[in-house]
């Protein structure tokens, strides 16, 4: 058994078959459907074929393209194509989204968003694909078109008016904040259990920014259904571990990587990234739950099963970027089912599906404190022995370039204009040299898992940022600053 990943990039879908095919034994070809972000619920992105394999592979050639047409140079495709029944459907740089012949490339439907936004407007951002849902009544394509869901017949790409309002959602509303403040978009599909269908999103990263609470809508009606509060409301678990600022307004804590289901249980899991202000937490001290977290969620109510928090008072933005990746571990001949979270820091976090708790052992460690008026950075961290990073801790002089002694001292000047130390060291007005930088490690596209040989496959970033704070100023006249308006100036 081999592995087979699909990939989607630019702005041309393409296709390639091995010139050996037709050499293929009967029985080792076939077709494998691909109907979900990812590949499956658990977000494996694992597939049991054998066609293509590591000694043809080279021997592959193009058999068809589709173009797009509606890129500009500026524009960005991060889709992966959902294949069912022989259809490919994709969506494109102006968030078109479009059906194809997986086997010609030929277009079978498009939907232009654009008719339907407000004011008509043509929408250029990232989104990483649609979600399928299969419907006695007709399947559907859910297409998210920044703060949109739009609900399409799958068969002819046509609106879906009875979904929602006049075809979509709007996810402005039912945050509990003013929809009019809320500033959000879907960057990765959400999922579906059941009628359920449930959505994260990506919200700003600095002051004023929109909670990035879970929410649930029915598929059929377009219903709200529930929502969980990523940012703890007053009663509910986890909001003690905030020290709340009256005039604050509190955002982050999303989910924008894409969730993943367990349908055995009904449950959905979901990992987020940092509360905001992302490098700045003086106006949220506290560990912060359930920012930096993963989640497993009732997928019908919402309620919440466990946690397990990543980072504590996130204040280098390092999100969790991929959704959680739902394994089952075969040791000593027993299976276990696992959840595995990769991370911006390198670190792979492998969870019992059932509670949440470690599978190998994770140390509580001492960290670096912060040297920044008004923050409190966390005292400590939690950092697992199994498996080991996989990218750098810390950036050191002996890791500089020693290529000729002049690039060295240039090297070694550059360095020692800021701070630098072990992982967690905050960011400081001199600036910190961050190993690895809120770029590294595991982002968005997450990994790929083997269940025949327990091996988890991932590409990561061994890339450093610097992080570097400015000090507030008075406003001209020493009028008076809210403390968001003082935020704003770090």
């Keep these: 058994m081999t592995k087979s990943r699909a990939a989607l990039s630019g702005v041309i879908v393409s296709a390639a078959a091995a010139a050996v095919l037709s050499q293929t034994p009967a029985g080792e070809g076939g077709n494998l459907d691909w109907g979900v972000y990812r590949g499956d619920q658990k977000g494996s992105q694992y597939a049991p074929l054998a066609q293509i394999h590591a000694a043809n592979v080279h021997r592959l050639q193009p058999v068809w393209e589709y173009r ?46 654009s008719r339907y936004n407000e004011r008509n407007a043509v929408i250029r951002l990232r989104n990483r694909g649609v979600v399928y849902w ?105 909001h003690d571990t905030w020290q709340w600022v009256q005039g604050e307004a509190y955002g982050g804590a999303n989910a924008w990587g894409g969730l993943t289901v367990d349908e055995g249980r009904g449950w959905v899991f979901c990992a987020t990234g940092s509360a905001t202000e992302d490098f700045y937490g003086g106006f949220r001290k506290g560990r912060n739950l359930f920012a930096n977290s993963v989640l497993a969620l009732d997928a019908t109510t919402g309620e919440r099963k466990w946690h397990y928090q990543t980072v504590r008072h996130d204040i280098w933005d390092y999100d969790n970027p991929p959704a959680p990746i739902l394994v089952t571990l ?16 390198g670190f792979t976090f492998v969870l019992d599906r059932d509670t949440g708790e470690p599978l190998f052992p994770v140390h509580e460690l001492p960290v670096p404190r912060s040297t920044v008026p008004g923050e409190e950075t966390w005292p400590t961290q939690p950092v697992p022995v199994k498996p080991a990073p996989l990218v750098r801790q810390a950036i050191t002089e002996a890791d500089l370039t020693n290529i000729t002694p002049e690039a060295r001292e240039l090297a070694l000047k550059e360095f020692r204009k800021y701070v630098s130390g072990p992982l967690y060291t905050p960011p400081t007005l001199q600036g910190t040299l961050t190993m690895p930088g809120h770029l590294g490690g595991s982002e968005w596209h997450g990994g790929a898992f083997d269940p025949a040989l327990n091996v988890l496959y991932t590409n990561v970033n061994d890339a450093p940022t610097i992080n570097r704070l400015r000090p507030v100023h008075d406003l001209p006249g020493g009028a008076e600053q809210s403390p968001t308006q003082l935020g704003r100036h770090i």
């Design 330 to 345: 075969t040791t000593g001949g027993k299976p276990r089912d696992a959840v595995v979270q990769l991370t911006k820091m």
């Design 134 to 238: 299969k419907n006695a009544a007709g399947d559907r394509i859910f297409h998210f078109v920044k703060d949109r869901v739009y609900a399409l017949e799958a068969d002819t790409g046509r609106l879906i008016t009875s979904f929602g309002n006049g075809g979509h959602i709007d996810l402005r509303e039912n945050l509990g904040v003013d929809p009019a403040r809320v500033g959000l978009e879907m960057t990765s599909p959400g999922a579906v259990y059941q009628n359920f269908l449930i959505v994260g999103s990506r919200v700003n990263e600095s002051y004023d920014a929109s909670p990035g609470h879970i929410r649930a809508y029915d598929t059929v009606t377009g219903a709200f259904r529930w929502i969980f509060h990523t940012i703890p409301q007053p009663g509910e678990v986890g």
């Design 68 to 113: 797009t047409g509606d890129a500009t140079e500026r524009s960005t495709m991060h889709v992966n194509p959902v294949v069912v029944n022989g259809r490919m459907y994709v969506t494109t740089p102006s968030m078109k989204a479009v059906a194809l012949d997986a086997a010609t490339g030929r277009e079978i439907w498009a939907f232009d968003p």
